[in-house]
């Protein structure tokens, strides 16, 4: 089997995620380090500049977002599955969470060690990531919001645990649950467990919950430098995607150039030829001297793709 790589850094609460979804999965991964602050320019060359993380890689395919690399998880090995009871309630709370809570996190995590944070890194999640500042003065006037928001979302995830047991949507560990910890993960990790605790009145069951998820561990990990997973790449030719061959919703079809651009933040288009698509997941081709030939996948919800306007059909630098 191709070697899993991730590209990630210790503290991205979304890849804290991915890294539990690989050891809960019990697969082996390379870990490649990279930057919180871009630039990030071997990184850039794979993902033909999306910005966010983590990324996971399989040799020529790159996978961008968390929702398209829990799906390409399953293609790999389907079993333990990150959704036991179907995709559909797993995804939308998963997508919810996401969009919900990453504010209102921040707003608590700046208040706790705002001071602590890099002008460098503050300066680029205002000017390119967020577009708004969160820095411990500017978000401290909301702070109060924020502890009322991250409070009542627990409390919901209490009610689920009440109903379901050990985890969120059954009986059995699922995507939603590795999603729905990370928010928390990052608070407790940096903030302190007993004050977030304290803080946002998590319940008992919450707790454990968390301690569950905690175990799981992050599987069996070793290192890889960024120009060893760009020469992997090179190296390697993209899968061919088993989508349907009119996959695509909005009538783009395969040979088509597009431009995939995530809608809420880092909003740094990515441009290439349409490979496959359903309603689920895009494909796009990317061709370079440096890389080769790259299948770079995006999820749908929460990104935009568009036909360039000129219509052509010619190979993405």
């Known amino acids: 089997m191709t070697e899993i790589i991730l590209h990630h850094y210790d503290l991205s609460p979304f890849s804290e995620k991915i890294r539990l979804a690989l050891g809960y999965k019990g697969l082996a991964w390379r870990s490649v380090k990279v930057d919180p602050v871009p630039p990030r320019p071997l990184l850039?060359?794979?993902?033909?500049?999306?910005?966010?993380?983590?990324?996971?890689?399989?040799?020529?395919?790159?996978?961008?977002?968390?929702?398209?690399?829990?799906r390409a998880l399953e293609r790999l090995q389907p079993e333990p599955t990150l959704y036991p009871d179907g995709e559909g309630i797993a995804r939308a709370l998963s997508h919810w969470w996401d969009q919900a809570t990453w504010k209102p996190a921040i707003g608590i995590l700046v208040h706790y060690i705002?001071?602590?944070?890099?002008?460098?890194?503050?300066?680029?999640?205002?000017e390119n990531y967020l577009g708004y500042d969160i820095s411990k003065g500017a978000m401290a006037p909301m702070l109060p919001a924020y502890i009322q928001e991250m409070t009542a979302f627990s409390e919901w995830l209490a009610s689920m645990l009440g109903r379901t047991g050990a985890y969120l949507t059954g009986d059995r560990l699922s995507a939603a649950d590795l999603t729905c910890y990370h928010s928390l993960w990052l608070l407790r990790a940096n903030c302190g467990a007993e004050t977030i605790d304290a803080q946002l009145h998590l319940r008992p069951e919450v707790v454990s919950w968390m301690e569950r998820i905690a175990a799981i561990g992050h599987g069996s990990v070793s290192e890889m430098t960024p120009e060893a997973a760009?020469?992997?790449?090179?190296?390697?030719?993209?899968?061919?995607?088993?989508?349907?061959?009119d996959g695509d919703p909005t009538g783009i079809a395969p040979g088509d150039r597009v431009t995939v651009t995530p809608v809420d933040n880092a909003r740094v288009p990515v441009d290439g030829i349409l490979v496959a698509a359903d309603t689920q997941e895009i494909v796009i081709r990317r061709d370079s001297a440096e890389t080769g030939t790259l299948h770079i996948h995006f999820p749908r919800a929460g990104f935009a793709a568009l036909p360039v306007a000129d219509g052509s059909s010619r190979t993405a630098a």
């Open 44 to 70: 850039s060359a794979l993902t033909g500049g999306y910005r966010r993380l983590p990324v996971l890689q399989i040799g020529a395919d790159i996978y961008c977002d968390t929702q398209v690399i829990f």
């Open 114 to 126: 705002g001071e602590h944070l890099p002008d460098a890194f503050l300066s680029d999640r205002k």
């Open 230 to 245: 760009v020469a992997t790449a090179r190296d390697a030719t993209p899968s061919e995607p088993a989508f349907p061959p």
